[in-house]
């Protein structure tokens, strides 16, 4: 998935949680809706493609892997 398809993924969210590393970055995509450079700078990896894995759980969108975060989701 590009750009786009991937802002279309996250507008239909309403929260997002992307990991990498240890670190990760939670978005409350109703309340604090992010600009879409801001959106495509966690969500893509360095090739342009959204990043794996990508999970949708409900109205939540999990990019990559973080365990604490998948226990806070799942």
């Known amino acids: 998935m590009g750009k ?3 802002l ?3 507008a239909q969210a309403d929260e997002l ?4 590393g240890t670190k990760v970055v939670h ?3 109703k ?4 600009d879409a450079d801001t959106l495509a700078g966690v969500m893509l ?7 794996a894995p990508t999970l949708i ?3 939540k969108l ?9 226990k806070k989701v799942l």
Do not use: C, Q
């Not at 949680?17 to 990498?20: E, L, M, R």
């Not at 309340?31 to 992010?34: A, G, L, M, V, Y």
């Not at 990896?45 to 990043?51: D, I």
């Open 45 to 51: 990896g360095p090739t342009g493609n959204l990043r």
């Open 17 to 20: 949680y992307v990991s990498k």
């Open 8 to 10: 279309k993924l996250a």
């Open 57 to 59: 759980v409900g109205k």
């Open 31 to 34: 309340k604090d809706k992010p």
């Open 4 to 6: 786009a398809e991937a």
């Open 62 to 70: 999990l990019i990559g892997f973080n365990e604490d975060a998948y």
């Open 27 to 29: 978005f409350d995509l």
